[in-house]
């Protein structure tokens, strides 16, 4: 894991663990984000991110353990923890009588901000999320799309160094995602350390430095996301022959190639990106021409997808 700052970590869990009745949520799991990080915490449905979210933003009893935000215990020391986290829930939780101006404001209160300095704040973050025309509506009149903006927004309002979000692109079409990932990378920049949770792995690929995968509550890597996908072993070749194969050439037989008559193709995985002109040169050497090149670089969800499988 590589850190930015010095200081406390934003974030560190130690030996969490929460039960609803005999279910184990989440299992003894220790955790670090560095100050500044963009930090991915990935994991099937029902692993146990919501609730590592909660119980770090309070809104969880935890049965175990001790969690610190830039080194302050958010049980003991509670009101200065709580203060430097945003939360971007996966759910609405808005109050839908109030005004999403007003949403923002309330929002502040919670943390004993208020005044002035507070609605320039609100209006100031609902023009650079596109809101600044609905400032005076309820939630209810928003598109999917805005109450996503309006989530973070929310969350932004009093100015946290730590922004946990929770699946924030979960259903939002491909331009609002775009958007909302310059939105983030920009707020990253600025300094805010970033936690995301999604399920969309090519999203947490792009985005975050480290990941964290959970399963039934338990943490099953952590790592540098370019360490992470070392772990790839998928990448493949495909080379597609002008003629049907006599026999397999031999450096290739030895790296366990597959060939299909009905295609013409021979298969090779687990190639490195740097074999892969050697690997086309012996083909040619046996005397075949190349009708057709596909080389398929593994991507997080493989890495991800072998981690379940075990
Ligand atoms: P998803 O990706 O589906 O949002 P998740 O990783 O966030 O999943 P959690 O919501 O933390 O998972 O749930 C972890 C486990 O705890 C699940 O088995 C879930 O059913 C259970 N659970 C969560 N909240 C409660 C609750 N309030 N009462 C009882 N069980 C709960």
Same mark, same amino acid.
């Given at each position: ?24 949520? &989440? ?96 209006? &100031? ?48 079409? &491909? ?71 006599? &026999? ?63």
């Amino acid at each position: 894991m590589s850190g930015f700052r010095e200081g406390p970590p934003a974030l560190r869990i130690e030996h969490l663990s929460k039960h609803y009745g005999t279910l184990v949520a &989440v299992d003894d799991i220790c955790l670090q984000v560095a100050q500044g990080d963009f930090f991915g915490f990935l994991g099937p449905n029902g692993a146990g991110k919501t609730t590592t979210i909660n119980a770090i933003v309070g809104l969880a009893k935890i049965d175990a353990g001790r969690i610190d935000i830039f080194g302050n215990d958010n049980a003991r020391d509670w009101r200065v923890a709580r203060r430097l986290v945003g939360l971007a829930p996966q759910e609405y939780n808005f109050d839908r009588f109030l005004s999403i101006r007003d949403i923002l404001i309330y929002q502040a209160g919670y943390y004993g901000l208020s005044g002035e300095g507070v609605r320039r704040r609100a209006d &100031v973050l609902l023009e650079r999320f596109g809101l600044a025309s609905k400032a005076r509506d309820t939630y209810l009149k928003l598109s999917g799309g805005m109450k996503r903006r309006l989530t973070l927004a929310r969350a932004l309002i009093h100015e946290p160094r730590l922004l946990i979000l929770d699946e924030p692109t979960a259903g939002v079409d &491909v331009e609002l995602r775009i958007e909302l990932w310059g939105m983030l990378r920009e707020l990253n920049a600025a300094g805010t350390t970033i936690i995301l949770t999604t399920h969309y792995l090519e999203e947490a690929e792009s985005m975050c430095r480290n990941i964290a995968i959970i399963e039934a509550g338990c943490i099953v890597a952590m790592d540098s996301t370019v360490a992470l996908l070392a772990r790839r072993r998928h990448d493949a070749l495909s080379v597609t022959l002008d003629r049907p194969l006599a &026999v397999m050439p031999p450096e290739l037989a030895a790296r366990a190639a597959r060939y299909d008559p009905a295609t013409r193709t021979i298969f090779l995985d687990r190639l490195a990106p740097a074999d892969v002109p050697a690997a086309l040169a012996v083909v040619e050497k046996a005397g075949y021409e190349l009708a057709d090149v596909e080389f398929k670089r593994a991507s997080l969800q493989d890495v991800f997808l072998d981690l379940m499988r075990k």
